[in-house]
């Protein structure tokens, strides 16, 4: 079983953990993501690789708790095992020297954009990345990604750090300042995306978005991650998590999101109670 | 002349106490009734029985030493060639092979085959008498086997007896492909399909689970360090009609519905904490006997009103005879003749009914049914809190994508040879990664043709 070798906390719900799978560390491209269960009868939930060290055979998670089956995860300590991880999954990230690339990460997606950020350096690309967040506090992996961004930009809600408004803010500013974007990434909430994607379609400037839909066998096989794209039924798990962003229905994406809201409270009700009482 | 017997009905519950609960519903047969049972078998010389078989069982040899009351000799007789008998006992569609050759048929009813097969393994389990499996010389050749679903645990079972060293591949956390996220507990208890994996275990094989083959390792990888590989990777991505509102909440594809119950085990939420959410009034969608599990499993966990939305009739049902009985013992409402054809959902984007419209059987078409069409006017609407699409599913597209020399139909089944060989040298593959979607037994006969011809190959 996959064991946990580090675990620190990022913020008040968001901890990271450094995971021992030499398999999945072997095999894994930057954009792709893993399958957790962290215990027998909890759910299966997919989970951003954050980062990955092949020669060591680590994986790196970044997760923050939003219910049930991350806060067992959370519960879990330093040498616990998890019962299973199933990775790598999905198309890696298309890398090839854009030119210049703006990286954008909200929240917990901050993290998510981290190995993508450092592939695309590596392919010779300049990378202005910009991440935002409520506030100070969960604003993550500042300083790693300042060492692999050519211009890092931050944002907080409440101004707490960095320029108090949106990413999309910045964008705007950038694209206003008349530097030719080659591409945008977006890695977030879905509103967040979705802004993101309303600033760069009328400009036709390619952003790509990953998208963290709901998820079950995560191989291809139950359907629930199915998104509109362009008109068509796509498979998150199979068909990307990447995707256009210009032509994917989000409002159908955030409606499916929410669709087992109250059943997920309750069930973090019934984990929150067990682990209370130990 | 003898007086003919009549066939021994097994016992079941009673729909009142069965709908409440996941528990099985035939009781199977007593000691009594199987003996007297396998006695009706008259031991024909050319038993055809043998030849409906997709695992060729010896099926007059085993149902002489049960008619004689020896059924530890009777279970070993079918474990020489099928590794799963309490599951192909319950699953098989044996009305469709080995009893409808049976010669007792013609003029009254065939032998419980079937019945017979599944009271022996219960009797097995029941005795705890875990055979000690018989393996031939080891031998030293490693096999590489893609899925624990029923095609590959019959292609690593029988190559563990020919004394292969075979490790088994899951991309799930949970073994058994379809028996364990498809086939539902009440159908076929998740407890039986283990007692049967921990059989083929026995032989050996070793099985690894979260490994997703495509992505963790290529086929090509597998092929250095395995000397044969077998697919048998399964169903993939759910089928959908393409008409409006299928991505509604509340509409779900069948391999999500029942994978949540039967592989996440929603039925006990909030102890399992994968949850599923189930309206008053569920519509399933499709004839085959998946619709049938997805309308069954709705009525367990609670729905008030179930139907089943099948564009032929009764007739032209997919799904065997005994399950769409026991629907409709249970209360299952069969709306035939009808096509859904949109979805409206309320203001929260929740699926609130069905708009559909009256078919009638025109021409047969090209599968020897009457083609189903449409009557001009006459949509009308279901009211529905809860779709479960079951049209089928393709393919498992993963590796199919991920390897680019397996040769693929256009709609995405892995290409075979008779003997079950794929375009790559050294690869087979079998069930409903090369038949889209078909049953256990016709994948477990495909995992057994798919040995033969590795072992064949290997002693080359």
Excluded at chain 1, 176 to 204: E, F, H, Q, Y
Aim: glycine share 10%; charged share 25%; hydrophobic share 40%.
């Amino acid at each position: 079983m996959p064991k946990i070798l580090s675990k620190e906390k990022l913020s008040e719900n968001i901890s990271k953990i450094v995971v021992e799978a030499p398999h999945v560390a072997k095999a894994t491209k930057p954009g792709q993501f893993i399958v957790v269960v962290p215990t027998e009868n909890a759910e299966r939930i997919p989970l951003t690789i954050a980062d990955f060290d092949k020669k060591q055979g680590t994986i790196t998670i970044i997760f923050q708790i939003v219910g049930a089956t991350t806060r067992i995860l959370n519960s879990l300590k330093e040498g616990d095992n998890i019962a299973h991880i199933l990775g790598p999954l999905g198309v890696p990230s298309h890398m090839e020297k854009f030119g210049t690339v703006v990286v954008i990460g909200g929240g917990v997606g901050i993290a998510e954009i981290y190995p993508v950020v450092k592939s695309l350096k590596e392919t010779g690309n300049e990378v202005i990345t910009i991440i935002g967040a409520r506030c100070k506090e969960l604003l993550i992996y500042e300083s790693e990604l300042r060492t692999q961004s050519a211009e890092l930009k931050t944002t907080t809600d409440d101004g707490s750090s960095g320029r108090k408004g949106f990413v999309s803010d910045e964008l705007k500013d950038i694209i206003n300042s008349g530097k030719k974007i080659d591409r945008v990434i977006v890695v977030g909430p879905v509103p967040m995306m979705r802004v993101c994607c309303d600033v760069t379609k009328p400009l036709a400037i390619k952003t790509m978005v990953s998208l963290n839909t709901l998820m079950l066998d995560a191989t291809g096989m139950c359907g629930i991650c199915r998104v509109t794209v362009g008109g068509e039924t796509k498979f998150a798990c199979v068909e990307g998590p990447e995707f256009d962003g210009h032509q994917v229905d989000f409002g159908e994406l955030a409606s499916r999101l929410s669709a087992y809201k109250n059943k997920e409270k309750e069930a973090d009700n019934h984990v929150c109670r067990l682990l209370k009482n130990g | 002349m003898a007086e003919k017997k009549l066939r021994k009905k097994m016992g079941e519950r009673s729909v009142v106490e069965r709908i409440t609960d996941f528990q099985e519903v035939p009781l199977g047969y007593t000691l009594e009734e199987a003996i007297s049972e396998a006695k009706r078998c008259i031991q024909c010389k050319n038993p055809q029985c043998v030849k409906g078989c997709p695992v060729e069982i010896d099926i007059p040899g085993f149902l002489k030493y049960l008619a004689l009351g020896n059924f530890e000799s009777a279970i070993k007789k079918i474990k020489e060639t099928n590794s799963l008998p309490a599951v192909c006992g319950r699953v098989c569609p044996q009305e469709e092979q080995c009893e409808l050759k049976c010669v007792l048929g013609v003029k009254g009813e065939p032998v419980g085959i079937g019945n017979l097969e599944r009271f022996l393994a219960d009797w097995e389990r029941a005795e705890n008498r875990k055979q000690k499996a018989e393996s031939g010389e080891k031998k030293k050749d490693k096999i590489a086997v893609v899925g624990s679903g029923p095609a590959g645990l019959t292609c690593a079972g029988d190559l563990a007896r020919l004394g292969y060293q075979i490790t088994v591949f899951e991309s799930l956390h949970v073994t058994g492909g379809v028996l364990t996220y498809g086939i539902p507990e009440f159908r076929l208890p998740k407890k039986i399909v283990e007692m049967e994996i921990d059989y083929i275990k026995s032989l050996g094989v070793e099985i690894k689970t979260d490994m997703l083959i495509g992505n963790v390792y290529t086929i090509e990888e597998l092929l250095k360090e395995y000397k044969a590989v077998f697919i048998g990777s399964g169903a993939g991505l759910p089928k959908f009609m393409d008409i409006p509102g299928e991505n509604f909440d509340g509409v779900y594809s069948a391999n999500e519905y029942l994978f949540r119950v039967n592989m996440m085990k929603a039925w006990k939420f909030p102890e399992y904490l994968t949850p599923i959410k189930i309206g008053k009034k569920v519509a399933v969608v499709g004839g085959g006997n998946v619709a049938m599990d997805a309308a069954r499993v709705s009525l367990r966990l609670g729905a008030e009103e179930v139907c089943i939305i099948y564009r032929r009739t009764k007739n032209e049902m997919p799904a065997r005879k005994e399950e769409v009985h026991r629907a409709e013992e249970e209360g299952i409402i069969f709306k035939n003749l009808t096509l859904p054809i949109a979805y409206h959902a309320d203001e929260k984007g929740w699926v609130k009914d069905a708009k559909c419209i009256q078919m009638e059987l025109g021409e047969p078409d090209s599968s020897g049914r009457r083609r189903p069409v449409p009557i001009e006017g006459s949509n009308f609407k279901i009211p529905v809190e809860t779709v479960i699409v079951a049209i089928g599913n393709s393919p498992n597209p993963l590796i199919p994508h991920r390897t680019p020399n397996l040769k693929t139909e256009r709609w995405g089944g892995v290409i075979i040879t008779n003997e079950g060989a794929t375009s790559i040298s050294g690869v087979f593959a079998g069930g409903d990664i090369v038949r889209g979607a078909a049953t256990v037994i016709s994948a477990m006969g495909d995992g057994k043709r798919a040995a033969k011809a590795i072992h064949k190959m290997l002693s080359a």
